[in-house]
């Protein structure tokens, strides 16, 4: 049997009732094997084996009370990955449906994407079972701050440095990060995506939407094409899926539809940002209420119909297997000819099949949405720096970093002979990094 085949065989044996984490695992050792095979080294010092094990998991309880005056208590996590080429880094994510299982699967993409982007930073993800959705604010701070009170012991500013993910934004980072300096009396850039009042980044709120589409457009402009006219869907109407939308409609493209947990609105006049923005920003409303206010959108329940709707472009911004292989078909079927994920694993296996197989530009979540946390990165940096660049200075970086992300992966895939598959470029160049500073620190 193959080292690759071996090393996941006994991770599914080792770690049984997280598919989610085999997804993501059988998706990146799979890719891997030409690189593995062309260094038999990293069998004999057990370089995979290492690779999916997280050097560390900490599991915790997090007691809050509501505002009816009950004690709720909700699961914590934060899985510390690895820390080969920098401190950890990566999100915190508060939904009902977290677990063991979902933050391993991110935190596994994590290492590889923050390799990516050239920057050091190494993987981890963390997060909460706790739904701030339909919470008052003071059960968020109650929560945050309870969740905070064990966290801060396991991270800080050269060790482990969270940001958000799904659930967890700017109100959520601002709790998080006052009970932190309470707690330490330290204001360090122990968190990114803070407020700009106390050491957050321009671009930080903007940053994985405008990176997954500048990576797009990159891919577009290698093939002579551009966003000019293209008519786009957008899964999400949360951060990454609104500034995608931002950005993609300031490069002329149409985006005509948008969803929430609940349903999806289908605008063929073209998405008004304003209102989404007004809904899901201001009021963190429901999507629905869209319709009810432009005249041209009609909504539907449910979110699978929204890959019925034919486009160019479709960018999944929501969450994990979201496209299956029957939608990533009808998606095929009705022309669409790029795929980027702005959500983490939005595709399943087999859709990533079909989309390959029928020539689909596919840009996988690694590369597609590292523009978030590479900005993260630049907060960081401004952090130990005490600077504060301005919002172009930023954006033309970011820009930057996603361009020779691009150029990265299809060079990787090239040179590997699987030309035009980013699945394969991206875990390949995002893998030669770690591994090669895995090997130069000895068995750790
Ligand atoms: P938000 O919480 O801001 O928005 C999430 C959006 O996705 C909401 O519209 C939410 O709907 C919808 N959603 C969540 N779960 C489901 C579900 N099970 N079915 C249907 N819709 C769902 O999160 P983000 O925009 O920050 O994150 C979105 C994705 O992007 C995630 O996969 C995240 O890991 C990834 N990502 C985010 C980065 C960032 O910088 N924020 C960086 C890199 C990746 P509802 O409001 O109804 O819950």
């Given amino acids: 049997m193959k080292y690759v085949e071996k090393v996941l065989e006994n991770l599914k044996k080792q770690n049984p009732n997280e598919p989610e984490f085999h997804q993501a695992a059988t998706e990146i050792l799979t890719s891997l094997s030409p690189i593995v095979e062309k260094h038999p080294e990293y069998e004999a010092a057990g ?12 599991m915790f309880r997090v007691p809050w009370v509501d505002d009816n005056g009950k004690v709720q208590v909700n699961k914590g996590y934060r899985v510390q990955f690895n820390s080969a080429i920098g401190p950890y880094k990566g999100g915190l994510r508060f939904r009902s449906d977290v677990n063991l299982s979902v933050i391993k699967f991110l935190g596994l993409e994590q290492i590889l994407k923050n390799s990516l982007t050239g920057l050091p930073i190494g993987g981890g993800k963390g997060g909460s079972n706790f739904d701030p959705k339909g919470k008052s604010d003071r059960e968020v701070m109650a929560f945050c701050q309870s969740f905070m009170t064990e966290l801060y012991r396991h991270i800080g500013a050269d060790t482990d440095v969270p940001a958000g993910d799904i659930g967890v934004g700017a109100r959520e980072i601002g709790y998080l990060f006052g009970q932190y300096k309470r707690i330490r009396d330290e204001h360090v850039g122990v968190l990114t995506g803070r407020g700009l009042t106390y050491g957050g980044s ?32 957008i899964s999400g109407s ?43 920003e201001v009021k963190r409303g429901r999507i629905s209420e869209y319709a009810q206010k432009v005249k041209s959108a009609k909504y539907t329940e449910g979110c699978k119909g929204l890959w019925t709707i034919p486009c160019d472009v479709a960018l999944p911004c929501a969450t994990q297997n979201e496209i299956d292989e029957e939608s990533a078909k009808i998606l095929v079927k009705n022309g669409v000819k790029y795929v980027a994920e702005g959500a983490n694993m939005p595709s399943t296996l087999e859709a990533i099949d079909v ?26 940096a401004q952090s130990s720096g005490r600077m504060f660049w301005s919002f172009e200075e930023v954006d033309a970086k970011l820009k930057n970093i996603m361009v020779s992300i691009y150029h990265n992966i299809d060079n990787a895939a090239k040179e590997y002979g699987y030309e035009g598959n980013y699945v394969m470029g991206a875990n390949i160049a995002g893998f030669v990094k770690v591994a090669t500073a895995m090997m130069a620190h000895g068995i750790v």
């Fill in 355 to 380: 989309f390959q197989k029928n020539k689909v530009v596919f840009l996988p979540a690694k590369a597609a949405n590292a523009g978030g946390v590479a900005t993260s990165a630049l907060e960081m």
């Fill in 202 to 233: 321009l671009v930080r709120t903007e940053a994985t939407g405008y990176g997954l589409v500048y990576i797009t457009e990159e891919a577009m402009k290698a093939r002579g094409d551009s966003f000019k006219g293209k008519t786009v869907i």
């Fill in 47 to 58: 370089l995979l084996e290492r690779f999916v094990e997280p050097e560390r998991v900490i």
């Fill in 238 to 280: 949360g951060n990454v899926a609104i500034y995608a939308c931002e950005k993609a409609q300031s490069l002329g493209a149409k985006v005509v539809a948008m969803y929430d947990s609940d349903g999806y609105v289908y605008d063929p006049e073209g998405i008004k940002l304003d209102i989404i923005k007004d809904i899901k």
